[in-house]
Each structure stands twice: as structure tokens, then as C-alpha cells.
Nanobody, 123 residues
């Protein structure tokens, strides 16, 4: 499975962006999907995940109520709607796929990763 993330960009604080992650080479319908982010020099951090059916969507505490993860299995795509963006959200955002059913897999257990898309939030 290959993942291609897009939708990043430069936005002012309080603004919105919608990230997309399109999968190819296989179907994501039996994969838990996640969004992660990394600031240069820091480790990857979990942002959000979504179960096969979309009924389980855990979030990093600092993004709850501002970010929404969703998936369209027919389009082999997941999304991350990011509202009320803050400068601390600035990072490279990555999507990833994990064959399984839980939404709390450790980051190293994710099987496939996209290339990342840069989100920059100015104050």
C-alpha cells in the first residue's frame, strides 16, 4: 500500500486546512488509519486515528474539538479537517496505515507511511 498525503500549506492562526491521504496498491478498508506529525528535531507524535468503520476516532488531547479525522473507504482516502489552527500545530503531517482493528497501536507498529505534508501556522 502506498500513501500520498496532501493539503498542507501556510495558514494564519485561527484558520483551517483539510489534509487528504490517498492510498493506492491496495484497499484501506481493513486498515486502521492514522495521522501523525513531526516537528524537526522531535519525535513523531500521534494526532488522530480512525477504525475500519469510522466509529472509533481517538485524538491527541491538544487537538480535540479542533481536528476531525474521517475516511471514505470507497475512495481509499482519509481526511484530517483542521480548524482553529494554532502555531503549535506547525509540523509535517504524515498519514499511516496499520492492518488491525485497534486504534491505539504504538507508532512504530504502523505498517505503511505517506511522505508527509507541511503545515505552517503563523501567529
Amino acid at each position: 500500500v502506498q500513501l500520498q498525503a496532501s493539503g498542507g500549506g501556510l495558514v494564519q492562526a485561527g484558520g483551517s486546512l483539510r489534509l487528504s491521504c490517498v492510498a493506492s496498491g491496495g484497499t484501506i478498508s481493513r486498515y486502521v488509519m492514522g495521522w501523525f506529525r513531526r516537528v524537526p528535531g522531535n519525535d513523531f507524535e500521534f494526532v488522530a486515528a480512525i477504525s475500519w468503520s469510522g466509529d472509533s476516532t481517538p485524538y491527541k488531547d491538544s487537538v480535540k474539538g479542533r481536528f476531525t479525522i474521517s475516511r471514505d473507504n470507497a475512495k481509499n482516502t482519509i481526511y484530517l479537517q483542521m480548524d482553529s489552527l494554532e502555531p503549535d500545530d506547525t509540523a509535517v503531517y504524515f498519514c499511516a496505515a496499520k492492518r488491525g482493528w485497534r486504534t491505539d497501536y504504538p507508532i512504530p507498529q504502523y505498517d505503511y507511511w505517506g511522505q508527509g505534508t507541511l503545515v505552517t501556522v503563523s501567529s
